[in-house]
């Protein structure tokens, strides 16, 4: 008798079997989507395997109630890349499952009736034909759209168009309306000589994963959508996955003019409805490109040729709840699976991909850096300025300099808000959040007090609460305190500030833009997220305010994100030939990470920070999980420690580290176990058998847990 075994959107098994529904004969249509009986529930699933004979008694085993849709939803490389993620990041595979699809998979994709003129029509139109003028009308309108037209963008009754069909003059398909066709678009630029030779080699490693390294602006993407272009005309599909904050309209208009080929856009941002329709086109061979965010790995894509993941360093590669995957490390997976090239990019490369690199696990290209004027790099010491000036005179000077010139300044800094703490100079009381083991931040544009990690607002108090104190005074700078200080300097210069609490509103991120494309704004002042993408022509200052956070943060990160982050924001200054200027503000001038990215930039700094994670055995030269717990009381995971017995936990080859607790976050407790292994072979065995142990414990129910591999923080 044979069993089907069905991944369900639920926790527990990572299968459940079932019998075919009643009257089916023939195979397992494997990959599709399934109805069954779940308790007194129904649930849809997907087919991911058949046997002979299962561990469930008959008499138990319930037939599934049918099998839906046509075609088969997930193929088998997807499904192998499910399985993988199931396995590796310890994770129900019907969740795994669950996070691929999007809602209601299985339905019929909406379709839009697409038509085109055939040649008989064109014959028909050139011979002066037809003589009825509507169908004579909408002829011409096809002839003029190389492309076709949809139903929506013809004005003519259903019986015209069905005549026309009917005398094969044109004919009609159903397409999905959200994939673009091809615009005739601009020509492709003539590559550079550099670029020409990255894309010979890349041409020529064949199906092996890739590591493009080259700074900002020195035409990778260009590369990316040049080895697109011969991918696609060969007959294959490709899929490019960008940061989030990445997926911009230029990107995408950059895109959709570059290549001759039908583009899909695919993000979180996306409606149900879109993302299905999209789904659907690519599984069918509709899109030729597929331009996605992280969760976008899981695009099925049958004649997948080429996978990209561009600026692959980022984290938000990783998610960071339910199923904890890198899109990264699934992207050069899946590229194994489906004997295709991937093709990772970066102007400062995560130290693991740089060790795979050398270790010759991928094939490494450089690019070499745009042609720019002279920059004045220099590390400005902090410590002899009062703590509340966030712009030091030497920032100031050449911040007049660059404005006189007609240039732009840069302020950057990692923290919104006005000060990141409140507090009493009598008896150093500061304001808490009550949910969460962190200090209030203080948002004096808003006259409250915000929590930055569960978002909980209240007015600031008017004294201490904790002396007769009658003042509370700002410790440290955020964004609002520079655009402050800013004005102070500049009085007569507008200062724009560019971060999530000043672009909240819809259509403020492209108006911002533009102010600064303009120089409406000579100077911003912004987070991260104005260090990525954009281009700004008259950008000659760039400034990190503080660089400290990244030097003496306890995660072992942190120092590498600081060193992308100092090369992104000094690659933002002086793409054009202007002279620029890079200014970077610490308290620790001699600090040695510091120096060694002064002295050799990013790759001086990678090189020092891998032999140190070496010496010190941590990723890449070792593998970390986590387990993490969280409850909203500490007694209960006092009492989930005591039932695990950590110290039970340990294998040959493996470190225990732990457990520790973690700041109070959103009113839970957390805390953490971490495992390192040199071989992964000799930690996930042990890793599996905990969470078997886990999921049949009733003691584990009274805390949530998660498993963490490959954690991208230990916070
Ligand atoms: P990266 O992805 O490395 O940051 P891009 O591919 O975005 O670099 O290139 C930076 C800028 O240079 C873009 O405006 C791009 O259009 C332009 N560019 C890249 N390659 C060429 C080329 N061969 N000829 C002319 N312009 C180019
Ligand atoms: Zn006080
Ligand atoms: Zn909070």
Not at 223 to 247: C, D, H, K
Not at 397 to 409: I, K, S, V, Y
Request: proline content about 7%; charged content about 20%.
């Amino acid at each position: 008798m044979a069993v089907w075994r069905v991944a369900l959107p639920v926790a527990g098994s990572e299968v459940y079997d079932y019998r075919p529904p009643a009257g089916w004969s023939g195979a397992a249509p494997l990959g599709h989507a399934l109805r069954v009986p779940f308790g007194r529930r129904e649930l849809v699933g997907i087919v991911m395997d058949s046997a002979a004979d299962s561990a469930v008694p008959a008499a138990k085993l319930r037939a599934a109630t049918a099998v839906l849709g046509e075609a088969p939803l997930l193929d088998a490389p997807l499904r192998a890349l499910l399985e993988f993620a199931a396995r590796h990041y310890l994770h129900p595979l019907g969740l795994c499952v669950a996070t691929a699809l999007p809602a209601q998979a299985h339905r019929a994709p909406r379709r839009v009736h697409h038509y085109q003129i055939t040649a008989a029509g064109q014959a028909t139109l050139a011979a002066g034909r037809p003589r009825g003028a509507r169908q004579r009308a909408v002829l011409e309108q096809l002839a003029a759209a190389p492309e076709g037209c949809a139903r929506e963008a013809l004005h003519a009754p259903a019986t015209v168009l069905s005549r026309l069909v009917a005398q094969g003059w044109a004919e009609v398909s159903q397409r999905c309306d959200d994939v673009a066709p091809h615009s005739p678009g601009a020509e492709p630029a003539t590559l550079r000589s550099g670029q020409q030779q990255a894309l010979e080699a890349i041409r020529g490693a064949g199906s092996r994963p890739q590591l493009l390294i080259g700074p900002t602006g020195s035409g990778k993407t260009e590369v990316y959508l040049a080895r697109a272009a011969e991918v696609i005309a060969a007959g294959q599909q490709v899929l490019m996955l960008v940061p989030e904050i990445a997926l911009t309209p230029q990107m995408i208009a950059r895109v959709r003019a570059r290549l001759r080929a039908r583009v899909g856009v695919l993000h979180s941002g996306l409606p149900d409805g879109a993302r299905h329709a999209l789904w659907h086109a690519a599984a069918s061979g509709e899109a030729d490109f597929v331009l996605a965010t992280r969760s976008g790995v899981f695009t099925p894509l049958p004649r997948l040729g080429l996978l990209i993941v561009d600026e692959e360093h980022e984290a938000s590669y990783k998610q960071q709840d339910g199923l904890r995957y890198s899109a990264r490390d699934l992207a050069v997976y899946r590229g194994q699976l489906q004997d295709c090239a991937v093709l990772l990019g970066s102007a400062t490369p995560s130290l693991e991909s740089l060790h795979n690199a050398t270790q010759g696990r991928y094939v490494e290209h450089s690019l070499p850096a745009p042609q720019r004027g002279q920059q004045d790099l220099r590390l400005v010491d902090l410590r002899p300025l009062p703590a509340a000036e966030p712009l030091s005179p030497a920032l100031r000077a050449l911040m007049r300099e660059h404005l006189d010139a007609q240039g732009q300044c840069f302020l950057f800094l990692n923290r919104r808000g006005y000060a990141p703490v409140l507090y009493c100079p009598e008896c150093q009381w500061s304001p808490q959040c009550a949910r969460c083991d962190s200090a209030m931040v203080w948002h004096r544009g808003a006259g409250e007090l915000r929590c930055h990690h569960c978002d909980s607002r209240q007015r600031p108090p008017t004294g201490c609460a904790s002396c007769d104190g009658s003042q509370l005074l700002p410790v440290g700078w955020g964004t609002q305190r520079v655009v402050e200080a800013a004005e102070r300097a500049f009085p007569d210069t507008p200062v724009l500030r560019f971060d999530r609490d000043s672009l909240g509103q819809r259509g403020a991120l492209e108006s911002a833009l533009e102010d600064i494309a303009q120089r409406r704004a000579p100077i911003v002042v912004g987070t991260q997220m104005l260090a990525k993408g954009h281009d700004f022509p008259a950008l000659s200052l760039v400034a990190v305010v503080d660089a400290d956070g990244g030097l003496y943060s306890a995660d072992f990160r942190a120092t590498e994100r600081l060193g992308q982050l100092l090369s992104q924001v000094r690659g933002r200054a002086g793409r054009r030939a202007q002279d620029a200027a890079c200014v970077i503000q610490t308290r620790a001038p001699t600090h040695p990470h510091l120096q060694a990215w002064l002295a050799g930039g990013y790759g001086g700094l990678s090189q020092a920070l891998l032999a140190e994670r070496a010496e010190a055995g941590w990723p890449p030269y070792a593998h970390v999980a986590l387990l993490r717990i969280e409850a909203p009381e500490s007694a209960a995971l006092e009492a989930f420690w005591q039932a695990l017995e950590p110290g039970r936990w340990q294998a040959e080859g493996v470190d225990l580290l732990g457990p520790v607790s973690r700041p109070r976050r959103a009113g839970r407790e957390r805390a953490q176990l971490l495992w390192r292994a040199s071989r992964r072979g000799q930690l996930h065995p042990l890793l599996r058998q905990l969470r078997a142990t886990l999921q049949d414990a009733r003691w584990a129910r009274s805390v949530r847990w998660a498993f963490d591999v490959d954690p991208w923080t230990l916070d």
